[in-house]
């Protein structure tokens, strides 16, 4: 079956860190786009970061830029997001998803099921 599973996500205090995963099967990742998502309860769903696994460049959003990396490893057909210093305000079910090289998530298509990031203060 082709599917993404999402993994790593836990309850930490702020300041902490979380490695999240998003394991590919039925396909490979090399060559594609991937992006990452969170969503909190009552809230609109955030693009988090991106990587295009063509070239290696990778874009972040504002909140996570200097705190979260995005890597990959072809090896183990998988996608990292390296959060550190977590806060509260990170608080999210995280999604993988595969999109086009533009990075934008607004075309967007296999998606994982999410895994539940929790930062307590």
């Known amino acids: 079956e082709v599917q993404f599973v999402e993994s790593g996500g836990d309850l930490v205090q702020t300041g902490g860190s979380l490695r999240l995963s998003c394991t590919a099967s039925g396909f490979n990742v090399a060559g594609l786009t991937v992006n990452w998502f969170r969503q909190a309860p009552g809230k609109v769903r955030e693009g988090v970061s991106c990587?295009?696994?063509?070239?290696?460049?990778?874009t972040y959003d504002a909140s996570a830029k200097g705190r979260f990396t995005i890597s990959s490893d072809a090896a183990h057909n998988t996608v990292y997001l390296q959060m550190n210093n977590l806060k509260p305000e990170d608080t999210a079910v995280y999604y993988c998803a595969v999109d086009d090289s533009d990075c934008r998530g607004e075309d967007t298509g296999l998606w994982g099921q999410g895994t539940q990031v929790t930062v307590s203060s």
């Open positions: 990587i295009r696994l063509k070239d290696n460049t990778t």
